[in-house]
């Protein structure tokens, strides 16, 4: 299981970019990475998931290098309520959680702080 | 559209006092989780189910029990609640083949005295 490490805060003001690096040295063949963002009072909302190289959608991109032993969420312009904790994760797409324990573990996050 | 639904959204237990959690999706998942998250700390894996009447331990499955006997319901109970599992639960799911990504309701939030 990739075990991943990500900042543990970030500063930040409106309508700047924001890049947040996450370390998975120990990243499998088989395993994807996905973020999430997470509101207080709310559970965590997916972001976007990638393999390799380059994944964008309308809210966020993310970038994998070639050894795939890092990604940078990018968000591009962020406003006040870009304000969350935002977690990198590691593990298989697919199924077959194993019996042994979970396949997906949720590190501590980055808490992004824009400012006005 | 509900998506993921948890109910209480909060609680207040003495010590050694039971309840269930109960999780509901309408998205027809056959993955469902049970995460705690607590403060300053990522969410951990309390128990998980590939489907209806199956369930397996995650990370830290001590003191919790689960049952999953209709496809659309998770639900998680503390048989003698510790002042250690005040928390904030989170229920998740997700659609076949399961892994990610994760569809998560809003959390109850469990304090025991």
């Known amino acids: 299981l990739a075990k991943t490490t990500q900042p543990i805060s970030m500063d930040s003001y409106e309508g700047q970019e924001v890049n947040i690096t996450c370390s998975h040295n120990?990243?499998?063949?088989?395993?994807?990475i996905t973020w999430y963002q997470q509101f207080p009072s709310q559970g965590p909302r997916f972001i976007i998931q990638?393999?390799?190289t380059k994944v964008t959608n309308e809210v966020a991109s993310l970038f994998i290098p070639a050894d795939r032993k890092s990604s940078t969420l990018s968000l591009p312009r962020v406003s006040l309520s870009d304000t969350a904790v935002y977690y990198c994760l590691v593990g298989d797409k697919s199924p077959m959680i194993k019996a042994a324990g979970n396949k997906l573990t949720f590190g501590g996050g980055t808490r992004v702080l824009v400012k006005p | 559209n509900a998506g993921v639904t948890q109910t209480p959204k909060f609680r207040v237990l003495k010590t050694g006092q039971s309840m269930t959690l109960l999780c509901a999706q309408d998205?027809?998942?056959?993955?469902m989780y049970w995460y705690r998250q607590d403060p300053g700390m990522g969410l951990r894996l309390i128990h998980y189910s590939v489907g209806e009447g199956t369930t397996a331990k995650g990370e830290v499955p001590d003191g919790y029990n689960v049952s999953r006997l209709k496809k659309q319901n998770f639900l998680l109970g503390l048989e003698s609640a510790a002042p250690s599992q005040t928390s904030v639960y989170f229920c998740a799911s997700t659609p076949p083949p399961g892994g990610q990504p994760q569809h998560f309701g809003d959390g109850t939030r469990l304090s025991i005295l």
């Open positions: 120990n990243i499998a063949t088989n395993d994807y």
């Open positions: 998205m027809n998942h056959e993955y």
């Open positions: 990638g393999y390799k």
